[in-house]
């Protein structure tokens, strides 16, 4: 019994011994990609995003990369305004940035363009080059203007009218939902440039 023992004790020792010299080392932290959450948004996410419809968002404040603050009112130039908002760790917005981005590029002459994030101007530098494209990228700092418009997940869009008032809200990216904002734009749909992937059903991605 007590050779039993014995040999029992020896293996414990060895496998510790064999956990030391193979543990990791770094003592870098482990950073785990956000997971995607694309998904059809809800009834209740229409629901409570129409409730902003005729807000007016011309004093909210947005940042430039630099810093400077950028006050919606002053972006228009006299035109309506479409604002996207998205999150830096986003698969989801990664993907429907090229879904907004060539819509962006037939409709630049009616509206502009601004892409909105809540996060530092680093991470949204990265994500404009993973994207590959030319994004009028904006801050909004502690996603004030978000909330204020009842947005929760990446790839919830709006439309502000000259005046400031927002016009029209879609919980999430879709065909019919570019379709529509080209109509208000005063656009042809079939302008619209051909994107097979484009989700039918308004569809967002993660939180914010």
């Given at each position: 019994m007590k050779f039993q023992w014995f040999i029992a004790l020896l293996l414990a020792a060895a496998a510790g011994l064999i956990y030391w010299f193979t543990r990791p080392t770094t003592t870098?932290?482990?950073?785990?990609?956000?997971?995607?959450?694309?998904?059809?948004?809800?009834?209740?996410d229409l629901q409570a995003v129409?409730?902003?419809?005729?807000?007016?968002?011309?004093?909210?404040v947005l940042?430039?990369?630099?810093?400077?603050?950028?006050?919606?009112?002053?972006?228009?130039?006299?035109?309506?305004?479409?604002?996207?908002?998205?999150?830096h760790d986003c698969p989801c917005s990664l993907e429907f940035s090229g879904y907004f981005a060539s819509a962006m590029e037939v409709?630049?002459?009616?509206?502009?363009?601004?892409?909105?994030?809540?996060?530092?101007?680093?991470?949204?530098?990265?994500?404009?080059?993973?994207?590959?494209?030319?994004?009028?990228?904006?801050?909004?700092?502690?996603?004030?203007?978000?909330?204020?418009?009842?947005?929760?997940?990446?790839?919830?869009?709006?439309?502000?009218?000259?005046?400031?008032?927002?016009?029209?809200?879609?919980?999430?990216?879709?065909l019919e939902g570019l379709r529509d904002l080209f109509t208000r734009l005063q656009l042809s749909p079939s302008q619209l440039p051909t994107i097979p992937t484009i989700p039918d059903a308004p569809t967002a991605g993660c939180p914010l």
């Open positions: 870098d932290p482990i950073i785990l990609e956000k997971e995607s959450r694309r998904h059809p948004a809800s009834p209740s129409n409730q902003h419809i005729g807000q007016n968002v011309a004093g909210a940042e430039r990369m630099d810093g400077q603050a950028a006050v919606l009112g002053s972006l228009q130039a006299g035109k309506p305004l479409v604002l996207v908002f998205f999150s409709s630049k002459e009616k509206a502009i363009w601004a892409f909105v994030f809540a996060d530092t101007p680093d991470q949204i530098g990265k994500f404009v080059t993973e994207s590959g494209f030319a994004l009028p990228v904006f801050r909004d700092p502690e996603a004030r203007l978000s909330r204020s418009l009842g947005f929760s997940k990446s790839g919830c869009f709006t439309l502000v009218n000259v005046d400031g008032t927002v016009s029209a809200i879609w919980p999430g990216v879709s």
